[in-house]
């Protein structure tokens, strides 16, 4: 070979060496970005799915970068009306394979009306036609079941599930034809099921398929793709997703069970979800139903991880006003002041469109208080409503009396990790497990975010009444929130009710940024933004406290590999912590209500619940729980017996209830050993 002919080879082969050096830390890098939007998505909706009341079945894929979380993904559940959405997919299929033509006509006659959903049973008589790409379009839109059985009866419920199992989702079933009971091909999961059954992951494979092009064909696709972004249900999905966000989906409700799945568009490109709920114990038919929020809150949880940059919320003008064409939450409390306030009432739908009907009754709501008939919610609008009337009108249950304290006997039985207990007094350990093993924690991460916050208060009480507008970076901030958007503002002192009773993650971000400018940046460096001065100033402090074993990474506890602590230090300070009346004063409250102020002065209400399930019971004073999948359930706990106080804390517990059994079991053990003394 000559030199030249070498030389080309040797060029070759290091460009080729290059190439396949940048694809492998290209491919590196995209791992770890999956891998890290998994563990956060895990990290923000375990809390989630744990807190609900009822069986809940979720799946997520991001369709771009692959990244996926599943809970309980290959579970049969019952599907409500999101059967119809396999249904429609077997429709086009029978299509394609010249079985069924979809611009044959059908017609609606009086013994095909049944109830429930749809517009054909209670707006049209019998006698009319429509085709059965009509009654697919119904079916999906809005959810008709006369439509519904138009479809099922010609395809058939035998090939409506064969053809799923041919598909691969053998899970996936029809069982009868809409409110007819008496059709069930398979009984028993009729009766287990309902009208149909699936699975969480079923469903988001017929999603990514129909995204893709891919099922049935690339026409039968798209055609398939528009019938679901028809879809009227605009509170499942799209309840706290931006303004305008591109949702294409199908929802089910019956009794006990809510259901939805969809694919929602982002800035970092589609993802497909999936949310199955069964036994729920609110079945309340109303649009903050507990499972119909919990759908909404994953797919916001998801939207953030999958979008950090991109704002969340932006249902208002850029200076705070609402408008025609707008929608989102804060048009919902809009519609409910609306309607408490005039009258009569305009008994608008509270659906979160900002319409004609909501714009004619900001209109006579104006002109009733003697201000500009705009139809625009500018600064005077919102000083004449004042704060707006939140979901379920402001009201609340009342909180539970307290049930009797447990009895002194018992062994310490514990499914935990680590846990550690001992007197507030003396500040001295008792007894624990592990208890200086550091391990994640959690947002029991919150109690030094709060215990810090206080103390800079405590030097400078003024402080307390410091109004804290929020940013973008604590709006985005995934996992349990304050529920305050970017632009919002209260008071410090309000604020920490946020942070402590809801777990507010994107609360611990705010405080750690009006607060930070006033430390130190983090050791050996000179520039530092607030966030990472009020981080640095937390690790002095649990210095400072013996917590010898303790390293913040970040205000909240989401996981990182180098965020952990243990049970002994997070021992040591609660109990500094309890020397402060206003911590007290946080713990112990069960319930509180905050007022937001927005951008152009409208007012918002709050409602925080405490997380901590020992509040409802007599010889518990709260203290702070944090749950996720690293981190397992962690709870510390402030006890008190006949004047005298314990402090517990749980590191690693197996579920949300087991973190609690185990404090009452070593709460038990603890007293008893004090008695015995």
């Not at 790409?133 to 839109?141: G, P, Q, V």
């Not at 009984?187 to 995204?211: H, W, Y």
């Not at 539970?400 to 001295?428: F, M, N, Q, Y």
Request: glycine share 8%; proline share 5%.
């Amino acid at each position: 070979m000559s030199r030249s002919g070498q030389s080309s080879s040797w060029v070759t082969l290091v460009v080729g060496i290059a190439v396949l050096a940048s694809i492998s830390s290209q491919t590196l890098a995209r791992d770890h970005s999956v891998r890290r939007a998994e563990a956060a998505l895990s990290d923000a909706l375990e809390p989630l799915i744990e807190d609900h009341s009822g069986r809940v079945a979720v799946m997520i894929r991001h369709l771009a970068n692959g990244a996926s979380y599943g809970v309980r993904a290959d579970e049969p559940m019952p599907t409500a009306s999101l059967i119809k959405l396999p249904v429609m997919a077997v429709a086009y299929q029978c299509a394609a394979d010249q079985k069924l033509d979809l611009a044959g006509m059908v017609t609606y006659r009086a013994e095909d009306r049944v109830p429930g959903s749809g517009i054909l049973g209670p707006h049209f008589s019998p006698g009319m036609q429509l085709s059965l790409r009509d009654s697919i379009r119904l079916m999906m839109a809005y959810s008709d079941n006369v439509a519904t059985n138009f479809v099922a009866e010609q395809v058939g419920l035998a090939a409506i599930n064969d053809q799923c199992r041919a598909w691969g989702f053998p899970e996936t079933r029809m069982h009868a034809f809409v409110f007819k009971p008496d059709t069930s091909i398979d009984k028993e999961r009729s009766k287990q099921f309902g009208l149909g059954s699936t699975t969480a992951r079923d469903i988001v494979a017929i999603l990514e398929k129909i995204e893709r092009k891919e099922l049935v064909s690339a026409e039968a696709s798209e055609s398939m793709l528009n019938h679901l972004l028809a879809c009227d249900d605009k509170q499942r999905l799209n309840r706290y997703l931006p303004a305008g966000t591109k949702v294409a989906m199908k929802t089910g409700s019956v009794s006990a069970v809510r259901t939805v799945g969809g694919i929602i568009y982002g800035p970092s490109g589609p993802f497909a979800i999936c949310v199955l709920t069964a036994d729920n114990k609110d079945r309340r038919w109303s649009d903050d139903n507990a499972a119909q929020l919990l759908s909404a809150e994953i797919a916001r949880a998801a939207w953030k991880v999958f979008n950090p940059t991109a704002p969340d919320d932006t249902t208002a003008l850029t200076d705070g006003r609402l408008a025609l064409g707008m929608h989102g939450v804060l048009v919902e409390d809009l519609q409910r002041t609306l309607n408490a306030k005039l009258t009569p009432s305009p008994e608008l739908t509270v659906d979160g469109e900002f319409g004609p009907a909501t714009e004619a009754a900001l209109r006579q709501f104006q002109k009733q208080a003697g201000i500009a008939e705009t139809g625009v919610t500018d600064a005077a609008t919102f000083a004449a409503l004042g704060a707006l009337v939140p979901a379920g009108n402001g009201d609340s249950e009342p909180v539970a009396a307290k049930r009797p304290g447990d009895p002194l006997d018992g062994p310490p039985i514990v499914t935990c990790k680590s846990w550690a207990i001992g007197d507030v007094a003396t500040e001295k350990l008792h007894g624990g497990e592990e208890a200086e093993t550091p391990r994640d924690f959690a947002s029991t991460t919150k109690i030094m975010t709060a215990y810090l916050a206080l103390k800079t208060i405590e030097a400078e009480p003024a402080l307390a009444d410091l109004m804290v507008t929020f940013s973008i970076a604590a709006d985005l901030t995934p996992g349990s929130t304050a529920e305050i958007r970017a632009g919002e503002s209260l008071p410090l002192r309000e604020l920490l009710y946020g942070l402590m009773l809801p777990s507010g993650n994107d609360a611990s971000v705010a405080i750690a940024e009006i607060l930070g400018d006033r430390f130190a940046p983090p050791d050996g460096q000179t520039e530092a933004t607030p966030l990472e001065r009020f981080v640095a100033e937390m690790n002095r402090t649990a210095k400072s406290l013996g917590m010898t074993r303790t390293t913040y990474v970040n205000p909240h506890g989401l996981t990182h590999a180098d965020h952990h602590s243990t049970t002994a230090d997070q021992f040591r300070l609660t109990c500094a912590a309890l020397k402060l009346p206003l911590f007290r004063e946080l713990i112990q409250t069960a319930r509180k209500e905050g007022v937001v102020t927005g951008p152009g002065g409208y007012q918002r209400k709050i409602l925080w619940t405490n997380t901590n399930r020992l509040l409802q019971m007599d010889g518990f004073a709260g203290v702070k729980t944090g749950t996720t999948s690293a981190a397992g359930a962690c709870l510390v706990s402030l006890g008190q017996r006949d004047g005298k106080e314990a402090v517990c804390v749980v590191f690693g517990a197996t579920s949300t209830d087991a973190r609690y059994v185990d404090t009452r079991n070593l709460f038990r053990w603890y007293w008893r050993e004090q008695m015995e003394k």
